[in-house]
């Protein structure tokens, strides 16, 4: 097999155009570092695992639909428990962070990287870094314990609490050298995780022995190549809560219409799983599918059209969809948050107030508009089931990860494996929706909305949009 690398890319290449984007491993800047038995072999709870360790040939293929004919493709490392470990158990010192805007499961991410380093590797020094990025330089760190943690998976928020921007290389590096840290755990999305890559990539530099481990957040579910990310199961079914007070304020009153606004500045994910499974939603704009609303085949034609039919009913609208339309009235339109992120003006808001003028010109229909915006309340909620379930395993697979020597790489499913993922992965772009997909086209059946595109713009979406992954 051939090998290049560098502290971007590290790359192995097999036969029948097999490809491994590996992540990097504490071995390649420090040789001959001693190994040890890994401690879950004696791990009463372990006992009955048929298989206690990954092969560590064993890679977890990115695309699984392929002809007779096709390439092997790109692979990445499948996560799990190696046999030998970097780490004992009383060398580590761990410590956590959480960055950016909050998310269904950050605590239980939290509770199972504490209990995962306790209960299967026997490491006590974990410190929680308080207030994201600029905690490691300029506030206290708080000292965690299963006990500590033991219930915080059933609040919302973070314990550790959190902030954007405050990314200073050195201070961070610095602040880890004097603490002894050994092993990183960054939690966050695509901007905390170019972060971590930085951090990675200084930490190298300098020859130390830390591991650091990126677990990718992002309500939007706008990470690439995972399966999708934690919060987003959570989102959606709470989603459905205001989607279905729209519907019930919308049918209760005639020529009743519900706007609800969701999370999605530069995709619609949660919008359009939302309107699958409400069925009660009408319309659906996302950012990826562009619309207009004066004109023959307009929202508001369509908006007339279905309250003649109905009586009554209900959009949802995610926050970065229709920005083009209110651009010239935008002022913020080129600042950003402390990540980076463009600021975006209310479009739920905006395009209530656009209906109702409108409506109001035509003196022909009445209508009653009633908006709901849930997304700080969905943000602030505990994670489901479900999500609770995957946050354990991508919190066990960083774990796992670290102790085994790897670094510089963050976690997630990958066709239902979890894999270790380059950072450069995670950062080289944006997940969307694509429209030309088959699930945008059970949206539109869903809905029975038309598409607002041109015959020549959706052969341009054709010519322009590489088909990706759906989630589930």
Same mark, same amino acid.
């Given at each position: ?140 760190? @708080?000292?965690?314990?299963?006990? +500590? &943690? %033991? ?5 919302? /928020?973070? *314990? ?92 209760? @009153?005639?020529?009743?219409?519900? +706007? &609800? %606004? ?5 995709? /619609?994910? *949660? ?109 602030? *909620? ?91």
């Amino acid at each position: 097999m051939g090998h290049s690398g560098n502290l971007q890319l590290k790359v192995v290449n097999g036969d029948a155009g097999y490809v491994l984007e590996d992540v990097p491993h504490l071995t390649d800047y420090i040789p001959d570092l001693p190994t040890y038995p890994n401690p879950l072999q004696f791990n009463a709870a372990y006992s009955v695992v048929k298989q206690y360790f990954v092969n560590v040939d064993d890679t977890v293929s990115q695309k699984i639909v392929v002809h007779k004919d096709s390439l092997r493709g790109t692979h990445f490392r499948r996560a799990g428990p190696r046999q030998k470990v970097y780490f004992e158990s009383d060398e580590v010192h761990a410590c956590i962070v959480t960055c950016g805007g909050l998310c269904p499961g950050l605590n239980t991410v939290i509770r199972e990287i504490v209990c995962g380093l306790y209960h299967m590797y026997g490491v006590s020094k974990i410190l929680g870094i308080d207030g994201g990025y600029r905690g490691f330089y300029s506030k206290n760190t @708080i000292n965690l314990t299963p006990k +500590v &943690v %033991n219930d915080i998976h059933k609040r919302g /928020g973070t *314990i550790l609490g959190t902030s954007r921007g405050g990314h200073d290389t050195s201070k961070i590096v610095d602040s880890i050298q004097d603490r002894g840290i050994n092993q990183v755990y960054i939690i966050g999305g695509d901007g905390t995780q170019k972060g971590a890559a930085v951090i990675y990539e200084e930490i190298r530099q300098r020859g130390l022995k830390v591991a650091v481990a990126g677990i990718p957040k992002t309500i939007d579910n706008d990470i690439p190549v995972i399966d999708k990310s934690f919060g987003f199961d959570t989102a959606v079914e709470e989603a459905q809560r205001a989607i279905n007070a729209a519907h019930v304020e919308a049918e209760s @009153i005639e020529n009743g219409i519900g +706007v &609800v %606004n969701l999370m999605g500045r530069y995709c /619609g994910f *949660i919008a359009m799983y939302a309107t699958l499974g409400s069925r009660d939603v009408d319309c659906c704009l996302i950012p990826e599918s562009p619309f207009y609303l004066e004109g023959e085949g307009g929202l508001y034609e369509f908006i007339g059209k279905r309250l003649k039919e109905n009586g009554h009913m209900v959009i949802v609208i995610a926050e970065g969809a229709g920005q083009d339309l209110l651009a010239e009235s935008l002022q913020s339109m080129n600042q950003q948050d402390a990540s980076g992120n463009k600021l975006l003006q209310d479009v739920g808001l905006w395009i209530s107030h656009k209906i109702k003028d409108h409506f109001a010109r035509l003196h022909k229909m009445a209508i009653n508009l009633k908006y709901i915006d849930p997304t700080y309340m969905i943000r602030a *909620i505990p994670s489901n089931a479900s999500d609770n379930v995957y946050c354990t395993l991508l919190a066990q697979s960083a774990v796992h990860g670290a102790m085994a020597g790897y670094t510089g790489f963050t976690v997630g499913p990958v066709n239902g494996r979890h894999a270790f993922i380059p950072f450069n992965r995670i950062n080289e772009r944006q997940n969307q929706v694509v429209i030309t997909d088959r699930m945008w086209a059970r949206v539109l059946s869903s809905t029975n909305q038309p598409s607002f595109l041109s015959a020549d713009e959706l052969a341009e979406f054709k010519r322009e949009k590489p088909s990706c992954p759906v989630v589930g």
